[in-house]
Each structure stands twice: as C-alpha cells, then as structure tokens.
C-alpha cells in the first residue's frame, strides 16, 4: 500500500499526521481486523521519515484502541465496535453487521433460585426460578465483554442448550424483546475479570445493565455487561 503525508497545510507534527492516515485508512476497512501493520521500518522506508516517527504514529493508534502491539509478533488490528444507544439488537447481530465473526465461552449455564437482585429487576416472586447464562462474549476470537444474564425460566427453560445468540433464540421461541432499558458507567476490571478480558487488573472497562421488555411490559431479561472500553464505542444521536 502507498502512503502519502500532507505537505501542504497541516502544520501537525509529522508523527501525527501518519497516526490520522493510519487511522483514516483502518476506520475506512482498508485493514481487516487482526492484520499486521506494516512495520516501524517498513513505514520509515516508504515514508522518509525516522523509526521513532513510525513508532510514534503507532502509538497513538495503540493508545485508541485501533491497534493491538503484540510484544514479539507485531502490530495488528483490534477489533473495534461502535455500538448505537438508540437501537436494540444482540451482541451477535452487531457483530456480524460490522464484518466480525461472533463466539462465545460459555461460564455458566443453569437454572437456579432468582436472587433478590435478580426479582427486582425481572418483577419475580420470592422461590422463583431463572435461567442463568455467564459468558465470555468474543469478536474474531479477541475477548471484547464479560457477560452475565438471567432470564425469565419460561423463556429459556433449558439454558444448557443455548449456543449462539440469546435474542436469536428469544425470537425463535416467541419471546422477543421490543425494548429495554440501560444503565451505563465506568468501573474498573477485578482482577478475575481482568484475566478472563485479557487486560491488566484495575483496567477500565464499560459496565452496562439492561432489562429488556416484552411488548406486554414483562422484563424477560437483565443482563450486565463489562465491556473492554478500548473496544467499545457507544454512540447516541441527538437532535433539538
């Protein structure tokens, strides 16, 4: 690929006029995710430039999320998902949109006694029963959320066959989702958690509580999710 920097009326430092190239061409889906970079010195060499410019470049792609540094390998595309507040869809559905292929490992995957949290937000009587679905949510095999679900028993009485899509398999039985409700904040990553995501304890990540409602107004499902924040990406359209 060639590359050509400004000369004319950007008066950014060279280091970053490469980093916006770079990231122009990475959001425009010149790269697939997870493909090398070319390296510090093949940049230096086809730019004109020094390593440290290249490595400079670099850096600032890493610091945002758009590049993963692999120590020994390389410099590869992260996978990156902007997610729109305004519109309900599955983590699977959005991925699969965008070009990514979806997975998950599964934790957990039981029926067990509703905790009181767990009656709060679903509107449950005290002894009654749920599905409870935990899982490592996955984009092209890199670990983007840790994810834990719980859903009105009726609606997944056998939560040891799911495999897939949670809302997908809402559909199928008759039991979707017209809207919901979410509560988003920043926290940081326990260090469980941290191992499971691949990240560094105390890291930040996007913590996202949603219930979502069946068009009677029954809650069929609540699920909190800790979303790598250097992956995720949630937007919001407003108008006057």
Not at 37 to 53: A, D, K, N, Q, W
Not at 113 to 130: F, H, M, N, W
Not at 175 to 181: E, F, G, N, S, T
């Amino acid at each position: 690929m060639a590359f050509i920097l400004s000369a004319s009326t950007d008066s950014s430092p060279l280091y970053l006029q490469l980093a916006h190239r770079l990231q122009a061409d990475i959001r425009a889906g010149t790269y697939r995710v997870d493909q090398a970079l070319p390296s510090e010195r093949v940049l230096s060499e086809l730019l004109g430039v020094s390593r440290i410019t290249a490595r400079k470049a670099i850096d600032v792609l890493v610091s945002e999320g758009l590049v993963l540094r692999r120590h020994g390998s390389g410099n590869f595309i992260a996978p990156h998902l902007q997610q729109p507040l305004s519109v309900l869809a599955s983590f699977s559905e959005e991925l699969r949109q965008r070009g990514y292929v979806p997975s998950s490992t599964w934790i957990t995957r039981e029926v067990a006694a509703a905790t009181v949290t767990e009656r709060d937000a679903l509107g449950l009587a005290r002894g009654a029963r749920v599905a409870r679905l935990e899982r490592l949510r996955l984009a092209d095999d890199v670990p983007m959320a840790y994810e834990r679900s719980t859903v009105l028993l009726n609606a997944c009485p056998r939560p040891q066959e799911l495999d897939g899509s949670l809302y997908l398999h809402l559909a199928r039985s008759g039991l979707a989702p017209v809207r919901a409700v979410q509560h988003i904040r920043a926290v940081n990553a326990e260090a469980a958690m941290a191992e499971q995501l691949g990240i560094a304890p105390g890291a930040a990540l996007l913590w996202v509580n949603r219930t979502a409602y069946l068009p009677d107004g029954t809650a069929v499902e609540c699920t909190q999710s800790y979303c790598r924040s250097d992956y995720y990406e949630f937007t919001a359209e407003l108008q006057a």
